[in-house]
């Protein structure tokens, strides 16, 4: 698995119609990184993990790209 550059850029979208939630399959609470060829690089279970919400995405972002 290849690493991204320090500086590559990550972009927050919303999904106030709820269609990423239908697309993905994801239940309230839960979250996912996209990678911009639309693979999930991470999914969330949010019932599962007591870690604070930014903790547990800055850990999947460092999964995710390496860094």
Do not use: C, F, K
């Not at 697309?23 to 690089?41: F, K």
Request: hydrophobic residues 35%; glycine residues 8%; negative net charge.
């Amino acid at each position: 698995v290849g690493e991204a550059p320090p500086g590559t850029p990550l972009t927050a979208v919303s999904d106030p119609g709820e269609d990423l939630q239908a697309t993905h399959q994801l239940s309230s609470g839960q979250a996912i990184l996209l990678r911009p060829d639309g693979h999930i690089a991470w999914r969330s279970d949010s019932d599962q993990d007591l870690r604070p919400p930014a903790q547990r995405l800055q850990d999947a972002i460092r999964m995710a790209t390496g860094w």
